[in-house]
């Protein structure tokens, strides 16, 4: 089936240590997007791709980097995790000019 | 600037009673309206969606959700509430001067008692 896959589903990470998150998606969707979602809060855009642009929301901190070497694949940084960035981090994906997101089922981020 | 506001952070049901879950939003114009469903430490799943055409929108899961363009609403029912209904629920809309962003509400939790 067609799908968006984010691995690894659980991630713990020490404070300050350089974590990376993968995206991978076989629905040949041209817009990829990163989500932070803290504890008992809605998801935040923190960035997407649309195609190989990359657009960044103006609040989102500069510790958080994004990479899509291709269509398939996007990975999100972060160069050095506060315990702040502990969150479900979510991928998503569209076509454009369609209306509707697929989700991947998140990556858990601890930092301890 | 686009909103969406989802009155009321938890809602509890028994099994078997009504389900409403309400989302209003905020826009110049009539924006595309969205619910997902999320489990725990799952993704978003997408319930229903309306774009254009018939008001009332009939989702995955019983669940169905009208638009009224008048009370700039998109509330969310469902006629008899499931155990597996328990779960956190998001109402969105997509902005339209930004592309295919979607904006999100606070979300509700709801849970069913037996």
């Known amino acids: 089936d067609a799908m968006v896959i984010q691995n690894p589903r659980y991630q713990v990470t020490q404070f300050g240590k350089p974590v990376t998150l993968s995206c991978s998606q076989t629905l040949n969707h041209n817009v990829m997007y990163w989500y932070q979602q803290k504890s008992s809060q809605a998801p935040k855009l923190l960035f997407h791709y649309y195609d190989k642009d990359f657009n960044n929301e103006a609040d989102t901190p500069d510790n958080f980097q994004s990479r899509r070497p291709n269509t398939s694949f996007c990975f999100l940084d972060i160069r050095s995790p506060g315990l702040g960035d502990a969150a479900m981090y979510l991928c998503?994906?569209?076509?454009?000019?369609?209306?509707?997101?697929?989700f991947g089922s998140g990556t858990r981020l601890t930092v301890v | 600037a686009q909103s969406v506001t989802q009155l009321g952070s938890h809602v509890s049901v028994s099994e078997g009673a009504l389900v409403l879950l309400r989302c209003n939003y905020s826009?110049?114009?009539?924006?595309?309206l969205f619910w997902y469903v999320q489990y725990p430490n799952q993704g978003l799943q997408l319930l229903l969606k309306?774009?254009?055409?018939?008001?009332l929108v009939k989702g995955i899961n019983g669940f169905e959700a009208e638009f009224k363009k008048s009370e700039t609403s998109f509330h969310l029912t469902k006629p008899s509430a499931h155990m597996s209904d328990a779960a956190e629920y998001f109402c969105?809309?997509?902005?339209?001067?930004?592309?295919?962003?979607?904006?999100f509400g606070g979300g509700t939790r709801l849970m069913v008692k037996p």
């Open positions: 826009s110049s114009v009539p924006p595309y």
């Open positions: 998503a994906t569209s076509r454009d000019g369609s209306y509707g997101y697929t």
């Open positions: 309306y774009t254009t055409g018939a008001t």
């Open positions: 969105a809309v997509r902005k339209i001067n930004a592309g295919n962003m979607l904006t």
